[in-house]
Nanobody, 127 residues
């Protein structure tokens, strides 16, 4: 049974940092591109970042470039998102996802290309 479980969400002030984690199980983790997505109230879910199966390639949304860093540990089946200089616009539910796609392609942020999803972890950033 495939399971993705996010953790690390919290309430922080603007300018603060958070590190999200995603624990994966039930499939061959190292074969899958992994992504972080987020959904704010009243908005569509959007791609935040993705990392290739081997960890050598990453993609980021323009809104988080230079502030967020995605990483993975294939030995531990873990995915991470280091978020720095948070702003209220980063407030959202954050989801991790796994997909058999080329993470470095222009399609990395398309939700339909991901096979497995977690339940999400909430991030609230106050001004």
């Amino acid at each position: 049974q495939v399971q993705l479980m996010e953790s690390g969400g919290d309430s922080v002030q603007a300018g603060g940092s958070l590190r999200l984690s995603c624990a994966a199980s039930g499939y061959t983790y190292s074969n899958y591109c992994m992504g972080w997505f987020r959904q704010a109230p009243g908005k569509e879910r959007e791609g935040v970042a993705a990392i290739s199966a081997g960890g050598g390639g990453t993609s980021y949304a323009e809104s988080v470039k230079g502030r967020f860093t995605i990483s993975r540990d294939n030995a531990k089946n873990m995915l991470y998102l280091q978020m720095n200089t948070l702003t209220p616009e980063d407030t959202a539910m954050y989801y991790c996802a796994a997909g058999r796609l080329t993470c470095g392609s222009v399609f990395w942020s398309q939700l339909g290309r991901y096979n497995f999803w977690g339940q999400g972890t909430q991030v609230n950033v106050s001004s």
